[in-house]
């Protein structure tokens, strides 16, 4: 099983300011299949990136995802209050398919 | 456009069985894996199980293996989850998820989730 390792924990931000998410997987990921979503509190999750580096449709350029075989990178460019929330990276391209722990982001 | 309801969570007893459903309406059913992906409370997600277009593939997480069936009826466009020999930490809640893809499976769109509670 592929473990993914998101880092930090919890990203301390201000509205406008840059967030840098990783996940690191323990083995290589296949064909870079690997998602970003974020999550609101109360709320399923969104799928935000498909294959390390695609929008899903409707997804505001502000988030880009980057990387390839094991580190992986979610960035949003600059922040607004919607952004604050919970992000989490999944691998599946190998079954048994696992999520990253997450990475918080709160307002500073 | 694509909705996904779940229906099917509850209370129940430590070693007890439950079904979920996932009434899938919007977009050809048969064309897209399914996946069932999980969260404790307060706790990050788990992938559960997913299942290919016809049914010809599953696969499940470890800590379900044996214990939980994934199946899909294309006819009546649902997806079912039976969970058998239920342990206090499979409590949360229990999304259904369509792949993004026709080709793949990863969570592209998401029901709203149902309770799971598993205690005496």
């Known amino acids: 099983e592929i473990v993914l390792t998101q880092s930090p924990g919890t990203l301390s931000l201000s509205p406008g300011e840059r967030a840098t998410l990783s996940c690191r997987a323990s083995?290589?990921?296949?064909?870079?299949?690997l998602a970003w979503y974020q999550q609101k509190p109360g709320q399923a999750p969104r799928l935000l990136i498909y294959?390390?580096?695609s929008r899903a449709t409707g997804i505001p350029a502000k988030f880009s995802g980057s990387g390839s075989g094991t580190d992986f990178t979610l960035t949003i460019s600059r922040l607004e209050s919607e952004d604050f929330a919970v992000y989490y990276c999944?691998?599946?391209?190998?079954?048994?398919?696992?999520f990253g722990g997450g990475t918080k982001v709160e307002i500073k | 456009q694509v909705q996904l309801v779940e229906s099917g969570g509850g209370l129940v007893k430590p070693g007890g069985s439950l079904r979920l459903s996932c009434a899938a309406s919007g977009f050809t059913f048969s064309d897209y894996f399914m996946t069932w992906i999980r969260q404790a409370p307060g706790k990050g997600l788990e992938w559960v199980s997913y299942i290919s277009h016809s049914s010809t593939y599953t696969n499940y997480a470890d800590s379900v293996k044996g214990r939980f069936a994934i199946s899909r009826d294309n006819a009546k466009n649902s997806l079912y989850l039976q969970m058998n020999c239920l342990r206090a930490e499979d409590t949360g809640v229990y999304y259904c998820?369509?792949?993004?893809?026709?080709?793949?499976?990863?969570?592209?769109?998401w029901g709203q989730g149902t309770l799971v509670t598993v205690s005496s």
């Open positions: 999944q691998q599946y391209g190998s079954p048994p398919l696992t």
């Open positions: 294959g390390a580096s």
């Open positions: 998820a369509r792949a993004y893809h026709s080709d793949s499976s990863e969570a592209g769109y």
């Open positions: 083995q290589s990921v296949y064909s870079n299949y």
